[in-house]
């Protein structure tokens, strides 16, 4: 078995990379450049990460018309960064480009690192959704290829204690793409409210 694990330099897919690892599990990381504002950050970090950690390289695919295109918090600097963070398509996009990388390097899964589906505000981040993609995919592909979702039983409290105990660090999760986290996206509310600030 191998697998595609979509990388964003964020503690969630380096730590999907890192239990691959420790595994024995061949895994090609990919990072999906789809125009959003925090590219550049979230891949510096990625390739500081998997080098220091000593994962596979990181493969950059650039999409980056697509958030050109699809305007959301995430991909514009004049939308709120939470209130408008819903990019419509997006975990689509990376299960579909993970899965055509899947099949080029014929591997036989793509991995995303969604957390607890209690956690889940999109409808891009469900059981439902995962299962229909998994099935339009195999279809579009001509042969299975499987969705794993290794966090799926995880809250970000259990993703960053696993991710200590294995000495994993220099991870960026803020969606601003700025210095310093921005405290008000979602993935920066992930951490907050985790340690219950």
Not at 53 to 75: E, H, K, N
Request: some cysteine; overall charge negative; charged content about 20%.
């Amino acid at each position: 078995m191998s697998f595609v694990n979509l990388v964003s330099g964020g503690l969630d897919s380096t730590l999907v990379g890192v239990m691959a690892k420790e595994s024995g599990v061949a895994h090609f990381p990919l990072f999906i450049d789809y125009g959003q504002r925090a590219a550049q950050r979230e891949w510096l970090t990625c390739q500081a990460v998997h080098q220091s950690l000593r994962l596979p390289v990181p493969v950059r695919m650039d999409l980056s018309g697509f958030g050109q295109v699809i305007a959301s918090g995430l991909t514009r600097e004049e939308l709120p960064v939470k209130e408008e963070a819903f990019t419509p398509g997006r975990n689509f996009l990376f299960l579909l480009m993970g899965s055509s990388y899947a099949y080029q390097v014929g591997a036989s899964s793509v991995a995303i690192g969604l957390l607890a589906e209690q956690f889940s505000i999109f409808p891009d981040q469900r059981r439902g959704f995962l299962s229909q993609a998994e099935s339009a995919i195999s279809t579009a592909m001509g042969r299975d290829i499987s969705i794993l979702t290794p966090l799926m039983d995880f809250g970000k409290a259990d993703v960053v204690q696993l991710a200590e105990a294995k000495g994993i660090s220099g991870t960026y999760s803020c969606h601003t793409g700025n210095s310093e986290p921005c405290g008000r996206c979602i993935a920066c509310l992930e951490f907050q409210f985790e340690k219950g600030d």
